[in-house]
């Protein structure tokens, strides 16, 4: 006797995958000619919007984790693309913030940036690239609503 079929649902992570990557793929040439990363990029863009921050405060804001964050971090600091500093009222905390350099790459990227931003709105609409961000906006927040997934 053949096993009863297992009702699935359509896999909503996988699928939020598959549009993260059509999307970076737009981007990731313009990154990597300019020798930046991917995380490197988010925290430049973090860091644009709001600096100084902490580690941790880079984390929540560009989805990295902990241990990858200092990797990240490290590596940028080694390139002029941060600086990070002790902060005076507490020696254990650190606070990272833009570079001359870091400002630099992202005058240059941000045109082509713009360009690529330009194309999706012209493939998807006005309107429908609007829902896509109100979409995802009310998915973030509702899902954090939420109490913690059950083992």
């Known amino acids: 006797m053949p096993e009863a079929a297992v009702p699935l649902r359509r896999n909503l992570p996988l699928l939020l995958l598959r ?21 490197q990029w988010r925290v430049i863009r973090a860091l644009l919007d709001e600096s100084p ?8 804001r ?22 990070r500093e002790r902060m005076a009222s507490d020696q254990r905390r650190v606070h990272v913030s833009v570079t001359p350099k870091s400002r ?6 941000a045109p082509l940036a713009d360009a690529q931003y330009a194309q ?9 690239l609007a829902q896509v961000y109100a979409t995802l906006d009310d998915l973030i927040e509702r899902l954090g609503q939420l109490p913690e997934a059950d083992a």
């Open 62 to 83: 560009c989805q990295l984790h902990s241990a990858s964050a200092a990797g990240v971090l490290a590596r940028m600091e080694e390139l002029g693309l941060v600086r």
């Open 19 to 39: 549009s993260r990557e059509a999307v970076m793929a737009r981007f990731r040439a313009i990154l990597n000619r300019h020798g930046v990363t991917e995380q």
């Open 104 to 109: 630099a790459v992202a005058r240059r990227i």
């Open 120 to 128: 999706i709105e012209r493939a998807l609409g006005r309107e429908r």
């Open 53 to 60: 921050l902490e580690p941790r405060e880079i984390c929540e």
